[in-house]
């Protein structure tokens, strides 16, 4: 837990896990795109929320892009 400015970052061990899958399969298949097909194998997809104003983000498949942004 890392606490800055008031505020508390906590992390989220659901998704935690899936990070670290998804940083294990990158060790194990040596690149993205064969990650990101794995991914989609899996049914994975980005991050569900909701911004402020109601609207919908998240909820796509992984593409090579935002993978590596993440």
């Known amino acids: ?7 508390k970052l906590v992390v989220n061990e ?3 896990v899936r990070v670290r ?6 060790l194990q298949l040596g690149g993205l795109v ?3 097909q794995e ?3 899996r049914d994975w997809v ?3 929320w909701t911004t402020r104003k109601g609207r919908e983000r998240g909820g ?4 090579k ?6």
């Open 14 to 16: 659901e998704e935690a």
């Open 34 to 36: 064969p990650v990101v």
């Open 60 to 63: 796509k498949a992984f593409t």
């Open 21 to 26: 899958a998804i940083f294990e399969l990158y």
């Open 65 to 70: 892009t935002n993978l590596h942004s993440y």
């Open 39 to 41: 991914l989609a194998h």
């Open 1 to 7: 837990m890392l606490i800055r400015n008031g505020f």
């Open 46 to 48: 980005t991050k569900r």
